[in-house]
């Protein structure tokens, strides 16, 4: 458990996210730093080349999409520069996995967080497991998931990249695993990013890295008490 006064003349708000450049998990004045500098910028490189390699792809996939390429100036410029995007978006989630890979173990807890009675009365506002730490059940198997996606999609996308290297029979899988891996992926990510927007101070944590104490209270009530100390009533 950390506290950081606030210097005189300046805001809570202000405070703390001039501490969250480089600390998290901190309590400040009525203000939780929840994701350091360094968190966020990982997590934006994977927002971002997720969305680039999507667009890029596209219009690769089908002709349907085929309006996409103009934003990249055509088809043969979306074939080049889509494999390079996925290679970024798959050491953005390399750098993922090392800073979240701890925090993100399931424990028996977070199983049952995933039931389906639970998960539904977690959409409706109405439930929070009072032992909910920093991520629910429900962030720490996005993470796991997000994860497993990226390698099918880092694999399958070498074969495909370079297909004179690898047998026919390989690279028909490939097409098949890519292609369910990447609509699986965007499912997954719109789901993610409504969450994130349709709940108010969610997104703020991802952009200057603080959340308020009554938003940390009811999402991750375990998590507000470490941080700030308190006791669980
Ligand atoms: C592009 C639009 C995206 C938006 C608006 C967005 C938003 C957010 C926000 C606000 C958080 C913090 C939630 C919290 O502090 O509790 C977060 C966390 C996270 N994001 Fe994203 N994200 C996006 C894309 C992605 C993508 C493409 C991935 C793919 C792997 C991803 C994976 C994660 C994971 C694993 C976490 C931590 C667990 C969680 O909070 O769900 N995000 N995201």
Same mark, same amino acid.
């Given at each position: 458990?950390?506290?950081?006064?606030?210097?005189?003349?300046?805001?809570?708000?202000d405070?703390?996210?001039?501490?969250?450049?480089?600390?998290?998990?901190? $309590?400040?004045?009525?203000?939780?730093?929840?994701?350091?500098?360094?968190?966020?910028?990982?997590?934006?490189?994977?927002?971002?080349?997720?969305?680039?390699?999507?667009?890029?792809?596209?219009?690769?996939?089908?002709?349907?999409?085929?309006?996409?390429?103009?934003?990249?100036?055509?088809?043969?410029?979306?074939?080049?520069?889509?494999?390079?995007?996925?290679?970024?978006?798959?050491?953005?989630?390399?750098?993922?996995?090392?800073?979240?890979?701890?925090?993100?173990?399931?424990?028996?807890?977070?199983?049952?967080w995933?039931?389906?009675?639970?998960?539904?009365?977690?959409?409706?506002?109405?439930?929070?497991?009072?032992?909910?730490?920093?991520?629910?059940?429900?962030?720490?198997?996005?993470?796991?998931?997000?994860?497993?996606?990226?390698?099918?999609?880092?694999l399958?996308?070498?074969?495909?990249?370079?297909?004179?290297?690898?047998?026919?029979?390989?690279?028909?899988?490939?097409w098949?695993?890519?292609?369910?891996?990447?609509?699986?992926?965007?499912l997954?990510i719109?789901?993610h990013?409504?969450?994130?927007?349709?709940?108010?101070?969610?997104? $703020?944590?991802?952009?200057?890295?603080?959340?308020?104490?009554?938003?940390?209270?009811?999402?991750?009530?375990?998590?507000?008490?470490?941080?700030?100390? $308190?006791?669980?009533?």
């Amino acid at each position: 458990m950390a506290h950081v006064v606030s210097p005189p003349n300046v805001g809570h708000a202000d405070a703390a996210i001039a501490v969250a450049r480089s600390l998290e998990d901190v $309590e400040v004045g009525d203000r939780i730093v929840r994701h350091t500098l360094a968190t966020r910028l990982m997590h934006w490189l994977v927002g971002t080349s997720f969305i680039l390699s999507f667009l890029t792809g596209m219009p690769i996939w089908t002709p349907i999409f085929g309006w996409m390429a103009a934003l990249f100036g055509g088809l043969q410029v979306c074939r080049w520069l889509h494999p390079f995007l996925g290679v970024l978006f798959s050491v953005g989630l390399l750098w993922m996995a090392a800073s979240w890979w701890s925090q993100m173990v399931m424990s028996g807890r977070d199983m049952e967080w995933l039931s389906p009675a639970y998960f539904a009365k977690y959409l409706r506002f109405e439930s929070t497991d009072p032992e909910t730490g920093k991520y629910n059940g429900g962030q720490k198997a996005l993470f796991w998931i997000a994860l497993l996606g990226g390698v099918a999609l880092f694999l399958s996308g070498l074969v495909l990249w370079f297909p004179g290297v690898f047998p026919q029979a390989l690279r028909e899988v490939s097409w098949i695993l890519h292609d369910v891996a990447f609509i699986a992926f965007f499912l997954l990510i719109i789901g993610h990013v409504y969450l994130a927007i349709a709940d108010p101070g969610t997104f $703020e944590s991802m952009v200057d890295g603080t959340v308020s104490k009554p938003w940390a209270r009811l999402h991750h009530p375990r998590w507000y008490r470490d941080v700030t100390g $308190e006791q669980r009533k």
